[in-house]
Each structure stands twice: as C-alpha cells, then as structure tokens.
C-alpha cells in the first residue's frame, strides 16, 4: 500500500509558477514511479510528469515539458513538480500516482492515488 498526499495547488496569473508536492508513505514506494496527472473540467486525466524513484529518471508530457520539472526529495520523501510559465489551459486538479512501471504515462499503469489539488490559471 502507498499513500500519496498532494499539496501545494492554488490560483495564479497566467505566467506565473507553483510548486506542488507529494508526500509518500507506505511500503515499498520507493521501488515504484512516481506521477503527476491532471484533469480540467470535462476531460479526461490526462499525463503530466512522472519520475522512477530509484534513478530519478523522468518523463514529461509535450505540452509542459518546456516549462514544468519534476524532482524527488529522498529525505522529505515527495515528489515535486515545479510549474513555471503557467497557462490557462493548466487549470485542472494535479493528482500523484504511483505505479510499479517504469515511466509510464498510462492512466491505467497507476494502483494508488492522492486526493488532487486544484490548481486554477487566471488570464
């Protein structure tokens, strides 16, 4: 089981940044990837980032590769995704997954959720 608390959502004016975080608990996280996934009003959740908590390597989605990162704290055991240059089209909730694949992007690869944050982009 791992447990995944997001943070750090909010409103902000197109162009602007956030930094959201997930804290992960539970048994074995560490062997698992990490990921961020967001879903607007009327769409589907859709992939965002995702980090392999072993190597750190990451994946990031075309459409925000040029402007979010993804990272991971070994000591504060999160995850973060720093958005930068944020547009109104970023407005969704923010969800981290957990999945035992390597990198995916798949929905369906991820066993365990947190709650989401809701972040909102002003024009």
């Known amino acids: 089981q791992v447990h995944l608390v997001e943070s750090g959502g909010g409103l902000v004016q197109a162009g602007g940044s956030l930094r959201l975080s997930c804290a992960a608990s539970?048994?074995?996280?560490?062997?698992?990837?990490l990921g961020w996934f967001r879903q607007a009003p009327g769409k589907e959740r859709e992939f965002v980032a995702a980090?392999?908590?072993?190597?750190?390597?990451?994946l990031l989605s075309d459409s925000v590769k040029d402007r979010f990162t993804i990272s991971r704290d070994n000591a504060k055991k999160t995850v973060s995704l720093q958005m930068n240059g944020l547009k109104p089209e970023d407005t969704a909730v923010y969800y981290c997954?957990?999945?035992?694949?390597?990198?995916?992007?798949?929905?369906?690869?991820?066993?365990?959720w947190g709650q989401g944050t809701q972040v909102t982009v002003s024009s």
């Open positions: 980090i392999r908590w072993a190597s750190a390597a990451t």
């Open positions: 997954a957990a999945s035992p694949e390597y990198l995916s992007s798949t929905r369906d690869a991820y066993d365990y």
């Open positions: 539970g048994r074995s996280f560490t062997t698992y990837t």
